[in-house]
């Protein structure tokens, strides 16, 4: 009986271990069942290199929504990435562990707030600066690129704290033995130590930027055109979805799951590239701490 | 000419404690901002009364609730889920490849973007399962979005507990299971709630996954299957339409304060958690 009861219990919580990974096949499933026949039928070069999107009269074309999403992320991580990181090596590096121990949390907590709450100060406060003093309706790449790349510092501090935490102190004592300054022990020795999880750190902003909706559609100002100038406005692939799923049937929602289709396959090659960037750290040097 | 290294430390140290400090001064400006022009709004009457008009004028009362709602469904759902596999990972076996693949699709469900979320919500649970825009949908989208964050804090929390706990309990006769529910678990508890609490958190503030599995629905849900409206939404609707600004801003002051109250509880949780097992 009691042998019965352990040999159940272990069954079920292999069943139960599968759930995340059997609704990630569930969720991709879906996604393309609905997404994948359209594109093959639009045909994927129309698909994704015609700059023709009006559904009312069956034209799908998603390049614009592209090149908006492309510009929209590299401005975010331009932004971003080096604030992040010199945040991440500034609390690592140069300020007691207590102050790190309180910053760190703080910046954490702040990931908390809600992106529509991120978009909604982009609009009152970001978009009104940028149209008085640069021109342009304000509502623009550019704001996007400011919103998103501050909703993406704390992911990037997060994780590169950690990277630049894990290289062994031995590393910095060695460089600091050899006469070399703070900064040179830092930028020559500790951050070529740790370099594949900033990477990693980054790649994953990437993908949340990317991701990123509410925000986008509120401060980005969602026309559909190809943007010239960083204060044109633009719409992204995931403002396309969300902005049109309310209203959208038969072949124009299909084209709304084949932009997620994109999607999708964009966010799993770059959290692929992320995982491998971290585990590579993780195997190559393994003495943490 | 070359910069003698005393300056470029000196320089260095400048630009990068300038951009820490812009970094907490612009987060910060943000949730100052946000409770400066809502917190006059916020009443008790604004908190527990009906929305007119469409949100133009009244409190959001029937909103609060599905905030409340909501991510309690979700909670319910996925803890079970996420504290199985933790439980499943640290217990019941050694690394293998069925983990590798378990661990790899965690990995990857984190790093699903929330409009993916709710398109898969929208056809699955509201189409094709016919739950319509309800709170099911949208705790079940939910539970989904959430049980990595569950099951990656529930197995840091289980794997901190020692080994000696389990020792004595399997010498005492205790099975496996019994082990689980009466050692291990009581004493990961803390850390398992710290998971929960970021997820409620995540739940609170999402906005794209939730509006196309849970709906608009400006009334009190009577059942799992009626629409409902969190506060993130709604803030969302009020502002993006115009609506009203400042019903917006009273809105997002008090989404402000659940989200940060409940990510701060979390992290003082697994602080106590810390300290106790660091004794």
Same mark, same amino acid.
């Given at each position: 009986?009691?042998?019965? =009861? ?43 290199? /015609? ?63 809600? /992106?529509?709450?991120?978009?909604? *100060? ?35 501090? /997060? ?36 370099? /594949?999880?900033?990477?990693?750190? *980054? *790649? ?62 964009? *966010? ?10 971290? =585990? =590579? ?9 | ?25 612009? +987060? ?14 916020? $009443? ?49 076996? &050694? ?13 990857? +469900? ?43 804090? $529930? ?13 004595? $309990?399997? $010498? ?16 990961? +508890? ?7 609490? +970021? ?6 503030? %999402? ?14 849900? &009577? ?17 993006? %339409? ?38």
């Amino acid at each position: 009986m009691k042998f019965n =009861r352990e040999k159940t219990v272990e069954r079920l919580l292999l069943t139960v271990a599968f759930s995340a990974i059997a609704s990630l096949l569930l969720i991709a499933l879906f996604i393309f069942k609905e997404g994948v026949p359209f594109i093959l039928k639009v045909g994927p070069r129309d698909f994704l290199l /015609s700059s023709d999107w009006s559904p009312q009269a069956g034209k799908f074309g998603i390049y614009p929504m592209i090149i908006a999403s492309l510009w929209i992320t590299l401005g975010a991580m331009l932004i971003g990435a080096p604030l992040g990181v010199a945040g991440a090596i500034f609390l690592n590096e140069f300020v007691p562990r207590s102050v790190m121990r309180i910053v760190k949390p703080t910046i954490e907590l702040l990931a908390g707030i809600p /992106s529509v709450v991120f978009g909604f *100060i982009g609009v009152v406060v970001l978009a009104p600066l940028i149209r008085t003093h640069l021109g342009g309706p304000g509502l623009s790449v550019l704001a996007g690129a400011i919103v998103l790349g501050i909703m993406v510092l704390p992911t990037v501090i /997060s994780i590169s704290t950690d990277a630049i935490g894990a290289v062994p102190n031995t590393y910095r004592e060695g460089a600091l033995a050899l006469g070399a300054t703070r900064w040179q022990a830092v930028h020559m020795v500790v951050l070529k130590a740790a370099r /594949s999880g900033i990477v990693a750190s *980054i *790649i994953l902003a990437m993908g949340r930027a990317v991701g990123e909706t509410m925000a986008v559609i509120m401060v980005a100002g969602n026309a559909l055109k190809i943007p010239h100038s960083p204060l044109d406005s633009v719409r992204t692939l995931t403002a396309n979805i969300a902005m049109e799923m309310g209203q959208a049937t038969g072949m124009h929602r299909q084209a709304l799951f084949a932009t997620g289709v994109v999607l999708f396959i964009v *966010i799993m090659i770059l959290n692929s590239i992320a995982t491998a960037a971290v =585990r =590579r750290r993780i195997g190559g040097k393994g003495n943490k701490k | 000419m070359r910069i003698p290294p005393k300056y470029t430390q000196m320089i260095a140290v400048a630009v990068l404690a300038g951009a820490t400090l812009a970094t907490l001064a612009v +987060l910060l400006f943000i949730i100052g901002y946000v409770l400066n022009k809502g917190l006059p709004v916020v $009443s008790f009457q604004f908190l527990f009364s009906n929305p007119e008009d469409m949100g133009r004028a009244g409190g959001i009362f029937p909103t609060l609730v599905g905030s409340v709602l909501l991510p309690l469904l979700a909670i319910a759902i996925a803890m079970p889920l996420g504290v199985g596999t933790a439980v499943y990972l640290t217990e019941y076996t &050694r690394e293998t490849r069925a983990t590798k693949v378990i661990r790899f699709g965690t990995d990857c +469900l984190a790093g699903i973007p929330s409009i993916i979320f709710g398109l898969f919500g929208f056809i699955f649970f509201v189409v094709m399962l016919q739950f319509g825009w309800s709170l099911l949908s949208g705790g079940l989208t939910l539970a989904i979005m959430i049980l990595p964050t569950i099951i990656r804090t $529930s197995e840091e929390a289980i794997r901190a507990v020692p080994h000696s706990y389990r020792e004595v $309990s399997f $010498s005492l006769g205790a099975t496996r299971w019994e082990t689980v529910m009466k050692v291990v678990l009581p004493n990961a +508890l803390p850390g398992i709630v710290t998971g929960v609490m +970021l997820g409620i958190g995540r739940c609170i503030s %999402e906005t794209a996954a939730v509006i196309f599995t849970a709906g608009l629905a400006l009334r009190l849900p &009577r059942s799992v299957f009626d629409s409902t409206r969190t506060m993130a939404v709604h803030f969302y609707t009020l502002a993006r %339409e115009g609506i009203s600004n400042e019903n917006a801003y009273g809105t997002a002051a008090v989404l402000i304060i659940a989200v940060l109250l409940t990510n701060l509880a979390a992290y003082w949780l697994m602080h106590r958690f810390i300290a106790r097992r660091t004794k």
